[in-house]
């Protein structure tokens, strides 16, 4: 009997040990990817993808796997309420060469709020996120919903970022196949489409966009560098 207990014991032992390697070596292969470090040409067509609402524990390092895969830089609108217990997959984002936006605390209408309110789901966002990455200066703010008022505009430090095309991810309930209509439809250069990086739907979208955007001529670029080329163009 205590021979048996004494197998059993070693053999939960050794799966336990096995299972922990796995998971070491998961995250640590993660981790060691270089940047996506993508050369853009101004004189080419190019189209920022961004994903908002994240970070997801489940689909954000979905989606990262494929931009990955397909060497594709992007920009996320975190909200800074999501960010905590996900440390690590925030510092892949920013690792991997993609671009962090704020998407605010806790993702309120802010044409709702006061002054002093809007500032502080701004700031409370930046501080969240300095935390995880200190040296990370945000640069854009995309405002929940798309709503905002001249008062958000004045009190917000950073520049406003819409989008030009709504992929409609987050009305799908079920079928890629609308999303990669709308956007394979309505890009054009120089625009800004619209993901969430929270449904099953969005993630199998991408694997169809992306690369027939690229056998389009088209090519990926953040928000920072989207911005760039035109102020240069
Ligand atoms: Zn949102």
Redesign the pocket.
């Known amino acids: 009997m205590r021979r048996k207990n004494l197998l059993f014991g070693t053999t939960v032992c050794l799966v336990i040990f096995a299972v922990v390697v796995w998971l070491f070596s998961q995250i640590n292969a993660r981790i060691r990817r270089d940047a996506i470090l993508e050369q853009v040409d101004p004189q080419q067509p190019m189209v920022a993808l961004t994903f908002?609402?994240g970070p997801n524990v489940r689909y954000t390092p979905q989606i990262l796997d494929i931009l990955y895969e397909t060497q594709t830089p992007a920009t996320f609108f975190l909200i800074g309420e999501k960010l905590a217990g996900q440390e690590l997959l925030v510092k892949e984002i920013a690792s991997s060469g993609h671009e962090i936006g704020n998407?605010t605390y806790s993702?309120q209408n802010l044409a709702k709020l006061d002054c002093l309110e809007i500032r502080q789901e701004i700031q409370k966002m930046q501080e969240t996120l300095r935390n995880i990455l200190p040296d990370y200066t945000i640069r854009y703010l995309r405002p929940?919903?798309g709503s905002y008022t001249q008062e958000v505009e004045q009190t917000a430090d950073i520049p406003l970022v819409l989008w030009t095309v709504d992929s409609g991810d987050w009305e799908e309930k079920g079928d890629a196949q609308p999303i990669i209509q709308t956007v394979l439809e309505q890009i054009q250069n120089g625009g800004i489409v619209v993901f969430h990086d929270d449904n099953p739907y969005t993630v199998e979208a991408l694997q169809v966009i992306i690369p027939a955007l690229k056998e389009k001529g088209f090519q990926f670029v953040t928000i920072s560098q989207l911005y760039a080329c035109q102020k240069k163009g």
């Open positions: 908002d609402d998407h993702h929940p919903y």
